[in-house]
């Protein structure tokens, strides 16, 4: 069985400045990852995945994210945050490889941009 | 542009009330997900379907129910509802399109049902 620990709950930033969302995952086959973001009242939105090929994937909103097979991590970065980031960010793992499409989330990590 | 709709967005209903919350998808995904989520917590599984006449229970134990009677349509329903049953729920589908060949493995999510029961 798959799991995710998101290692922070919180993270406070300042606007402009950059970040990093850590997250680990433990699993004893192949697995795909996924960062999902959620704002206030609403649904899970997609930011990026990973399923094969460059371990440095970039995805929506300038978030990007390295899968480190070696540490079994996935962390996600942003060289430089905007107000409008703040929201509630899950790491998850789907496997494995795909097997079953249930995904297994992160307990998340509420990011909050301030001025 | 994943179409995932839930009806209604808010609901706050008395103890012992029957309610179903409504999912629909348009993009023909063979895959649909029911997931339940406390404040500030982490999504937990509690129903998923993989096609038409196929549901099965998630990872967490639910007293709802759920039906597949058409691939775009997989409602949630709770027969007696209680306080502990407050909670946003989440609907998602993934996989197979409609028609088409291959496949997505990250799932789409609707805007969610934030249910209160008093």
């Known amino acids: 069985a798959q799991s995710v620990t998101q290692l922070d709950s919180q993270v406070p930033v300042f606007e402009e400045a950059p970040v990093e969302l850590r997250c680990n995952y433990s699993s004893s086959v192949s697995v795909y990852l996924f960062w999902y973001v959620q704002y206030p009242n609403q649904g899970l939105q997609l930011l990026l995945k990973y399923l094969s090929g460059s371990t440095l994937v970039k995805g929506i909103n300038g978030f990007e994210a390295e899968f480190n097979k070696s540490q079994t991590s996935f962390h996600l970065r942003k060289p430089s945050v905007h107000i409008s980031d703040t929201a509630e960010y899950f790491c998850?793992?789907?496997?494995?490889?795909?097997?079953?499409?249930?995904?297994?989330f992160g307990t998340g990590t509420q990011l909050k941009v301030e001025l | 542009e994943a179409d995932i709709y839930q009806t209604p967005r808010y609901l706050v209903i008395g103890t012992g009330k029957k309610i179903t919350l409504e999912c629909s998808q348009t993009?023909?995904?063979?895959?649909m997900y029911w997931y339940q989520q406390d404040p500030g917590m982490e999504l937990h599984l509690i129903h998923y379907s993989y096609g038409v006449n196929s549901t099965e229970k998630g990872d967490l134990s639910s007293e709802s129910t759920v039906s597949r009677i058409r691939t775009e349509h997989f409602p949630l329903t709770l027969e007696s509802a209680r306080p502990s049953h407050t909670s946003q729920y989440l609907c998602a589908s993934s996989g197979r399109p409609k028609g088409g060949a291959g496949g997505t493995y990250e799932q789409y999510f609707g805007p969610g049902t934030r249910l209160t029961v008093t």
């Open positions: 993009m023909g995904h063979d895959k």
């Open positions: 998850a793992v789907l496997g494995p490889r795909g097997g079953g499409n249930k995904l297994t």
